[in-house]
């Protein structure tokens, strides 16, 4: 069987904490369904979304408060927590600022790909 790399740690000191989160978010679903882990059971899902997301993340965890003991091992409510606590850590006015400062760069679909990265971080109504 294939190895996968895991995704890196998720970083809870990033001054964009909600837009890295969705993108670790998104890295560790493709590694889940690569590696077949999305057929584990749920214990050991949340127990490798745990251990993907780093130390602090861990320590974060411990503190939640969950409705039931059985959802403290479902990886769907863990990740619901997760995106709860970084959710209000965005930062729009920076996002928006380093939106306006991008360079051009060669090729132009580098440039392009990357403004749209950051216009979806900065909830432009328009895109």
């Not at 606590?85 to 306006?100: A, D, I």
Request: hydrophobic residues 30%; proline residues 6%.
């Amino acid at each position: 069987m294939a190895q996968f790399h895991l995704p890196s740690s998720l970083d809870l000191t990033d001054r964009n904490l909600a837009d890295s989160s969705k993108k670790w978010k998104r890295q560790l679903q493709v590694y889940m369904e690569a590696s077949g882990n999305n057929n584990k059971p749920k214990q050991r899902q949340t127990a490798i979304i745990l251990h993907c997301a780093g130390p602090e993340v861990l320590e974060v965890y411990d503190h939640f408060e969950f409705e039931g003991e059985n959802y403290k091992n479902d990886p769907v409510k863990v990740l619901e927590k997760l995106e709860e606590y970084c959710n209000p850590r965005q930062n729009e006015v920076l996002q928006s600022f380093r939106f306006w400062q991008v360079p051009f760069q060669e090729p132009f679909d580098t440039f392009l790909t990357k403004l749209y990265s950051y216009a979806d971080s900065c909830n432009f109504k328009e895109k």
